[in-house]
């Protein structure tokens, strides 16, 4: 499985980012998609996931509200829109591929390569 994330960059408190990851290498409608984020300093921890059909979606409570996860099963991508971004948002972003087809998952596929978001005050 491979994924490539895209979609990062600096933007000021307030503002707004899309992130995309396309996937290759598994038949990508029968999985569910996830992102996760790594803090300069922290460990990786878990942002949105959605199921194979899109149906369900997941977030980390600090993002309820102000992040979408969003996917294209006839492109083989998903999407994060990430609105009202704040300082606390900034961080390296990780396209995850989780070997279920639900969230939970505790068994990822594959990793992006990550992309970075920066949030200026």
């Known amino acids: 499985v491979q994924l490539v994330e895209s979609g990062g960059g600096l933007v000021q408190a307030g503002g707004s980012l899309r992130l995309s990851c396309a996937a290759s290498g598994r038949t990508f409608s029968s999985y569910a998609m996830g992102w996760f984020r790594q803090a300069p300093g922290k460990e990786r921890e878990f942002v949105a996931a959605?199921?194979?059909?899109?149906?369900?979606?997941y977030y980390t409570d600090s993002v309820k509200g102000r992040f979408t996860i969003s996917r294209d099963n006839a492109k083989n991508t998903v999407s994060l829109q990430m609105n009202s971004l704040k300082p606390e948002d900034t961080a390296v972003y990780y396209c995850?591929?989780?070997?279920?087809?639900?969230?939970?998952?505790?068994?990822?596929?594959?990793w992006g390569q990550g992309t970075l978001v920066t949030v200026s005050s």
């Open positions: 959605i199921s194979w059909r899109g149906v369900n979606t």
């Open positions: 995850a591929a989780p070997h279920c087809s639900t969230w939970p998952c505790a068994v990822m596929d594959a």
